[in-house]
């Protein structure tokens, strides 16, 4: 089926073949009926499948054919600035024939001209929650007008904390609007959220729940935490890899693994909540260009960056959020290219593997590399199995109200990168 049949006007359809697209995705055929119709939606497909475009194609249109205000009618909300940045591209490579007003805003970025940005009137506004209350608190925006809400990877903004940052936006939109709602995963979380937001919405699912891309070959190497970055050098230098996007699991280890690769000869660098925005935007784009030849990342870059032709993504370390290796892997293998997803693994993190292959349900065979065995001699620290796990359901729980402790909250609150 072509994207004639999802009911697009010609503008869109000429915007969708100038990107070089003829054939719309299953999300896509799908969600696009759906959101034109009117209709509230859960939508979710597999990172990298092309759900952006699956609903900014039908806001457009839908916005197209109404008067504008000056104020937003349509608010995509996201967890990071890197999804923010590439929905807001993508509003814009589509809507080119469309006259419609897209605007940017997230924080640790100078507030000045996203002002500058709103003071002259916008359609479309994409935001990350924390900055958009900075401006609603300005009086710079009111949310008055929104007739399209849209949650962009949801569970991340729970696991990240925004909870409360999205309760106090929903305050300021009309109760009469077509809220939907996207993300890769979805899990018992999401759905008890999705009734707070939606009203009877479609539910869409293109693949199964908590499904990897299939055109990412997954392969797991067993090795000692302290030869990881040997490992990970040797690896890229011996096959001669370039564009290797590695995650890590906190700020400093990035930091020190992007120092130590370069001190092994290949050039490096390193990208988290941490940096600049102006720096990480330097350092995503002398990736993309080839000036560097691997990217160090955390979890803050796994959402919304959109890296064409990648090839290659390492877990350097497996996330405590099982979904997070879902959304890592699925940098690579988009638009139905294929790629290469190795996850180094010590044996103190057996159960993390462990915890990742029930939810995809399915085992990936580990392998040793010739040289870098691991050494049954050295000791295991492994932390208590239902640590991480238990964090997390505690993350989520206060995000719902639910407090794990009578009287009050369970822990501290999340940090946030807005």
Not at 132 to 161: N, P, T, Y
Not at 175 to 190: K, M, N, V, W
Request: with cysteine; proline share 5%; hydrophobic share 40%.
């Amino acid at each position: 089926m072509g994207f004639s049949n999802t009911g697009l006007m010609p503008s869109l359809l000429q915007a969708v073949a100038a990107q070089g697209y003829s054939e719309p995705t299953p999300i896509q055929s799908a969600a696009i009926p759906v959101i034109l119709s009117g209709e509230d939606l859960m939508a979710g497909a597999q990172t990298g499948t092309g759900k952006t475009a699956a609903f900014a194609l039908p806001i457009l249109q839908l916005l197209s054919s109404d008067a504008a205000s000056g104020q937003p009618r349509a608010l995509v909300l996201a967890p990071t600035r890197e999804l923010a940045q590439q929905v807001y591209r993508s509003f814009v490579a589509y809507g080119k024939q469309c006259d419609l007003r897209a605007a940017l805003v997230y924080g640790g970025a100078s507030i000045n001209s996203q002002l500058s940005a709103l003071a002259d009137g916008v359609d479309i506004l994409v935001a990350t929650p924390g900055r958009l209350l900075d401006l609603i608190g300005r009086g710079a925006v009111e949310l008055s007008q929104i007739r399209h809400l849209v949650f962009d990877e949801a569970d991340r903004m729970l696991d990240m904390g925004f909870i409360d940052e999205i309760r106090r936006i929903l305050k300021q939109v009309p109760e009469q609007r077509q809220t939907l709602l996207f993300s890769a995963t979805f899990d018992p979380a999401i759905f008890d959220l999705s009734k707070t937001l939606l009203k009877e919405p479609k539910l869409i699912e293109v693949d199964a729940r908590n499904t990897t891309a299939a055109l990412v070959e997954q392969m797991v190497y067993a090795v000692d935490a302290d030869r990881k970055r040997e490992l990970i050098s040797y690896l890229i230098g011996s096959k001669n890899w370039h564009q290797v996007l590695i995650f890590t699991r906190t700020r400093q280890g990035a930091d020190e693994l992007a120092s130590e690769m370069c001190k092994d000869g290949l050039k490096t660098q390193a990208i988290h909540g941490d940096k600049s925005q102006g720096a990480r935007e330097r350092g995503l784009e002398a990736f993309r260009s080839g000036e560097i030849r691997a990217l160090v990342a955390t979890d803050v870059a796994a959402r919304g960056l959109d890296i064409d032709q990648l090839q290659y993504v390492v877990n350097y370390e497996l996330p405590y959020n099982n979904e997070d290796y879902i959304h890592r892997i699925g940098r690579t293998g988009r638009a139905g290219g294929s790629g290469l997803a190795i996850s180094l693994v010590s044996p103190a993190e057996e159960y993390l593997l462990e915890e990742i292959e029930t939810m995809i349900d399915r085992k990936l065979p580990q392998q040793w590399l010739p040289g870098f065995e691991p050494d049954p001699s050295k000791p295991v620290n492994t932390p208590r199995k239902s640590s991480p796990g238990a964090q997390k359901k505690r993350a989520r729980d206060r995000a719902l109200g639910k407090s794990g402790k009578p009287g009050g909250r369970s822990g501290g609150r999340n940090r946030r990168r807005r």
